[in-house]
């Protein structure tokens, strides 16, 4: 049941349904926004300062109309795809001070990880190891056993870069065309871990979570059936594609030094974002919205896509859980 900002129920949501939880992801973020976290800061305020390659304020609104009166109590805490922005414990430990006295709960949000990465994640992991309600999310196996290992009872969440779908955003909306042969559609719609082994994968190691994106085509029904895992849906930023070098960190640098994994990194994603539009194939006029956030590539999905998206909750009562990224990070930060 969602809260209020009042901490009173909010009434029942005919589309919504119940039990489902709001979140708020900070990428970019080091120290916690408290006044956020206090409730001193509205949803939609809290998204004033999101780059332009989303139309937040009509998604704010769709959250509003379809989780009437809900209130944050979860931040994801950390970066998806660079291990640069890994918070150190100390930070680590000061969002869950701030979330323990506001009643929030914390999850550790982890990049695909080398050796020293994990190292460095294990003692992140430390500081959440007791406390109440804590979850990390690990983008790669290899991380997934370095906690299971070393944490038996943390939560761990699968996150969303392990899920393979066909991401394009140029074409994905037409993979379910009516026009094109059943095998293909069916392809195209569903992921790879559907196979039996990665099923197995996940009961091995306890995984009763998984991160998933707002995907353009609709997911294939066996991608929802006979799953004993919870769901958590990102809004309203659909993940593309990711590489180990990145553009902003690179714009300063000469030409022989630009595009270099491992090169000296200001933080730039910190404070901008690039947005650009790619053509469709076959069309003229305006192209698709590819969002630019430190080393990852992102598509805002359409408004009637999350529509789809929540509408879908009353009867998929595995999806128990939205989570809002909020790309913005320094206060007046251009985007």
Request: aromatic residues 6%; hydrophobic residues 40%; proline residues 9%.
């Amino acid at each position: 049941m969602l809260l209020t900002r009042q901490e009173r129920a909010a009434p029942v949501r005919e589309a919504a349904g119940c039990g489902v939880d709001l979140c708020l992801s900070f990428p970019f973020l080091d120290v916690p926004p408290d006044a956020v976290l206090r409730g001193e800061v509205s949803f939609g305020d809290a998204l004033r300062d999101a780059p332009s390659g989303a139309p937040i304020a009509a998604f704010a609104d769709l959250l509003h109309r379809r989780l009437p009166g809900a209130a944050p109590a979860r931040a994801y805490v950390g970066n998806e795809t660079c291990e640069r922005l890994l918070p150190s414990p100390r930070s680590l430990d000061s969002w869950v001070a701030a979330s323990r006295a506001t009643g929030w709960a914390v999850t550790l949000l982890l990049p695909p990880l080398g050796g020293e990465g994990q190292t460095r994640a294990l003692e992140c992991a430390r500081v959440l190891a007791e406390e109440t309600g804590a979850e990390v999310v690990a983008n790669d196996w290899g991380t997934v056993h370095r906690l299971r290992e070393c944490f038996r009872d943390l939560p761990i969440s699968l996150g969303r870069l392990t899920h393979k779908m066909l991401r394009d955003p140029r074409l994905a909306e037409y993979f379910d065309s009516p026009q094109a042969p059943a095998a293909a559609r069916s392809a195209l719609c569903r992921s790879g871990e559907l196979a039996p082994g990665f099923r197995a994968l996940m009961e091995r190691y306890g995984i009763r979570r998984r991160e998933i994106d707002p995907y353009l085509q609709p997911l294939e029904e066996r991608e929802w059936e006979d799953r004993t895992e919870k769901l958590a849906v990102h809004l309203p930023y659909l993940f593309v594609t990711m590489g180990r070098a990145c553009l902003l960190g690179a714009m300063h640098r000469g030409a022989a030094g630009k595009f270099v994994p491992g090169a000296p990194c200001r933080s730039e994603c910190r404070k901008y974002a690039v947005e650009f539009l790619l053509p469709v194939p076959g069309e003229s006029g305006a192209g698709k919205p590819l969002l630019n956030l430190g080393n990852a590539y992102y598509h805002a999905v359409p408004p009637s896509v999350a529509e789809r998206i929540l509408g879908l909750l009353p009867s998929r009562p595995q999806v128990d859980r939205i989570v809002f990224t909020v790309p913005a990070v320094e206060k007046g930060a251009g985007g």
